[in-house]
């Protein structure tokens, strides 16, 4: 069941809580969301059914890490029973466009385009 913020609207809310990290430093403290601070590392999390909002995430996500340093290697792990095809191909694709290393884990369950995803890491 997807629960929603008004009767009658379809737009799913998240039932689940984000866990915030924070770090101190010498300038004081700062909060991150778990993503946000697992970024900073160079690892994205699929953790669902892939379909164009992930797609368009996740690949945002490469291209920022690429950008930042095209000789660090990116970390993906998944945990996804698959998805939509064009979604899953658009991931794909940027994948094996990037120049640094894009290593995949898989955690759970990576079935269907989630399995397809696993494969085009960095080979080794």
């Known amino acids: 069941m997807i629960a929603t913020s008004e009767?009658?609207?379809s737009t799913p809310q998240n039932n689940y809580y984000i866990?915030?990290?924070i770090e101190s430093d010498g300038?004081?403290?700062r909060a991150f969301d778990i993503y946000s601070r697992l970024l900073k590392d160079?690892?994205?999390f699929i953790g669902t059914g892939i379909d164009d909002g992930v797609a368009n995430s996740?690949?945002?996500?490469?291209?920022?890490?690429?950008?930042?340093?095209?000789?660090?290697?990116?970390?993906?792990y998944i945990n996804s029973p698959?998805?939509?095809v064009t979604a899953g191909l658009a991931i794909y694709d940027t994948m094996q466009f990037l120049t640094c290393d894009v290593n995949t884990y898989c955690?759970?369950?990576c079935a269907s385009m989630g399995s397809v995803l696993l494969t085009a890491g960095t080979k080794g």
């Open 7 to 9: 009767p009658g609207d």
């Open 19 to 21: 866990p915030t990290v």
């Open 27 to 29: 300038r004081g403290e």
């Open 42 to 44: 160079r690892i994205i």
């Open 58 to 76: 996740v690949i945002a996500q490469m291209l920022f890490l690429q950008m930042q340093d095209p000789k660090k290697d990116i970390h993906i």
């Open 82 to 84: 698959g998805g939509s």
């Open 107 to 109: 955690i759970g369950i």
